[in-house]
């Protein structure tokens, strides 16, 4: 099986003119596995951004390699790398990228409507589950305007997985919202990427946040290194274990929306395709029923 993410001695120079040339990413070796997840740390114009922009299709590499998904994107045209964003990638930027214009369901219901696989009533359906999944299923009719930074911040979160994407890229996705509401949209990455076996990449600039992550790596000066691992894990409370239960549930939800869609496209579908959906669905299924029968024996041995 192919990492979701892998970096081969990839090099950004960006060229200002007139000789002067910036060194943003030094040959960098990295590979990301399924379902980790990864915190970037490092100072101030280091190349955190640069990177997530390579591993993102949103810019190219001036010399070695960007492969995602086992594809390789490194000189792929613009068309192209827009449908591997559009397909696999989610993306959560510090600031927030909503369309001002629109309600939070209209946000999250954007990437949908362009990728063009779902039908109107499917795409109001998953957009309302997902905004139930973030906790905010009160606030689908406001306009970004009309809500906190927190609350955007989770609006931008369910825009980024409204397409089910195999990686998400955050840029400092707590950089803008206080410290609880940090941690509450900390954990909910977390969470999501336990449930949905999500990648996640996380650039940020709070240890404390970093090192809720599998990994940490650190960036100085364009080169990359990894932390040594950590050896514990924080204990869940009763707070963390409800989350965690509620974000089941809600996947649950989810899953039953996606099965429903699925039967109703499956004249339209390659019997191959539907089956191979089919069963990325049902081991889904089994994968959540297994994680609440085993939180399920956890609290009842507490
Ligand atoms: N489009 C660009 N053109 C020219 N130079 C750029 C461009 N984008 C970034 N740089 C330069 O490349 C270096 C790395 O920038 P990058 O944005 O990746 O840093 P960063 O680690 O994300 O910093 P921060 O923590 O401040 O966001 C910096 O020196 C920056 O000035
Ligand atoms: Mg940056």
């Known amino acids: ?49 640069t990177l997530l922009n390579m591993i993102g299709g949103l810019d190219h590499p001036t010399d070695g390699q960007v492969i995602v998904d086992g594809i390789d994107i490194t000189h792929m045209s613009e068309k192209k790398l827009a449908q591997i964003r559009r397909e696999k990638i989610g993306f959560i930027f510090q600031f927030f990228n909503l369309v001002p214009m629109l309600s939070a369901l209209e946000n999250v219901q954007l990437p949908m409507i362009f990728a063009g696989k779902l039908s109107d009533v499917e795409i109001k359906d998953k957009a309302v589950e997902l905004l139930r999944l973030v906790g905010l299923e009160q606030r689908m009719y406001h306009r970004p305007t009309q809500m906190s930074g927190g609350e955007q911040q989770r609006v931008a979160i369910a825009r980024a997985l409204a397409n089910e994407p195999s990686i998400i890229l955050a840029d400092e996705p707590t950089g803008n919202v206080d410290r609880e509401t940090g941690w509450k949209i900390l954990r909910l990455i977390q969470n999501l990427n336990e449930i949905l076996e999500q990648t996640y990449v996380i650039i940020t ?25 950590r050896s514990a894990t924080t204990p869940s409370s009763h707070v963390l274990a409800e989350e965690r239960r509620q974000l089941m549930l809600a996947e649950l939800r989810w899953l039953k929306t996606s099965l429903v869609s699925l039967e109703k496209r499956k004249a339209k579908l390659n019997p191959e395709s539907y089956a191979q959906v089919k069963m990325g669905y049902a081991k889904q299924l089994e994968r959540l029923k297994e994680m609440i029968q085993e939180d399920h024996g956890k609290r009842r041995s507490i």
């Open 205 to 229: 600039h709070d240890p404390h946040i970093a090192k809720t992550s599998e990994k940490i790596f650190y960036m100085v000066d364009g080169q990359i290194y990894e932390a040594p691992p």
């Open 1 to 49: 099986m192919s990492n979701p993410v892998e970096l081969r001695n990839t090099v950004k120079i960006y060229d200002l003119g007139g000789g002067v040339k910036i060194n943003a990413l030094r040959g960098i070796d990295l590979t990301i596995k399924k379902g980790e997840s990864v915190s970037i740390m490092g100072p101030s114009g280091c190349g955190k951004t």
